[in-house]
């Protein structure tokens, strides 16, 4: 069966420093994949997905980027964190199998102090 | 365009009570439609999904069904119990492929008191 894997599970960092949030699959090939953050409250916001290596949509501006090395990694990444970036990060993969819906990873809580 | 719409929370109920937590959605064609389940702390579950009108999606004692008529899908749970307390999720995919994205609710928070 299909699983996807985060890490790391927890992580503190200083403002100005940099990220990398780092998810992969196992199971499956050819996953559509998805960044989501969760900020303060519950509501998801989708920041990448990505539907093939090297293929990234963003969906809002922001100091974050995404990158699709490897069919089954995907990693987000920032040069200079704000406070704002805090939140709690989701890893998400689509592939037909699943009749459309997601697989989540267990997420990444960031703190930025 | 697509939109889901569920109620903002939070719901505070007793256990062994009824759960409903409302969940409508605009969207052209024929959606699928899915519940997700979020614990404290962790990632988002499918908790139970339906495809076509009329259909009941179900899992661990919670049901909805999908009724185009009045464009629904609401969650319900004939008794809730303490472990039920979490943050559910109502999301509908786009009628057209596996590329499309997810479009999901902001949540409702569940706690269910013992």
């Known amino acids: 069966s299909q699983t996807i894997h985060q890490w790391p599970a927890t992580l503190v960092q200083p403002v100005g420093s940099p990220l990398s949030l780092e998810c992969t699959v196992e199971g499956t090939s050819n996953p559509n994949l998805y960044w989501y953050r969760q900020a303060a409250g519950r509501g998801l916001q989708l920041l990448f997905y990505?539907?093939?290596?090297?293929?990234i949509s963003s969906e809002v501006p922001q100091n974050l980027s995404a990158s699709r090395p490897q069919d089954r990694q995907f990693i987000l990444s920032s040069k200079k964190l704000l406070l704002s970036d805090s939140g709690f990060y989701l890893c998400?993969?689509?592939?037909?199998?699943?009749?459309?819906?997601?697989?989540f990873g267990s997420g990444t809580r960031l703190t930025v102090v | 365009g697509n939109s889901v719409t569920q109620m903002e929370g939070p719901v505070t109920l007793s256990e062994e009570a009824f759960l409903t937590i409302n969940c409508t959605y605009t969207a052209t064609g024929y959606p699928s439609l899915f519940w997700y389940v979020q614990y404290p702390g962790e990632g988002l579950q499918l908790l139970l999904k339906?495809?076509?009108?009329?259909d009941k999606g179900s899992n661990k004692g919670f049901e909805a069904t999908y009724r185009k008529e009045t464009t629904s899908f609401h969650l319900e749970k004939g008794s809730v119990q303490v472990s039920d307390s979490a943050v559910y999720f109502c999301?509908?995919?786009?009628?057209?492929?596996?590329?499309?994205?997810?479009?999901f609710g902001t949540g409702t928070l569940l706690a269910v008191q013992p």
């Open positions: 998400a993969l689509r592939t037909r199998k699943a009749n459309y819906g997601y697989t």
């Open positions: 339906a495809t076509k009108a009329d």
């Open positions: 999301a509908l995919s786009p009628y057209g492929g596996a590329t499309n994205k997810l479009i």
């Open positions: 990505s539907v093939g290596i090297g293929q």
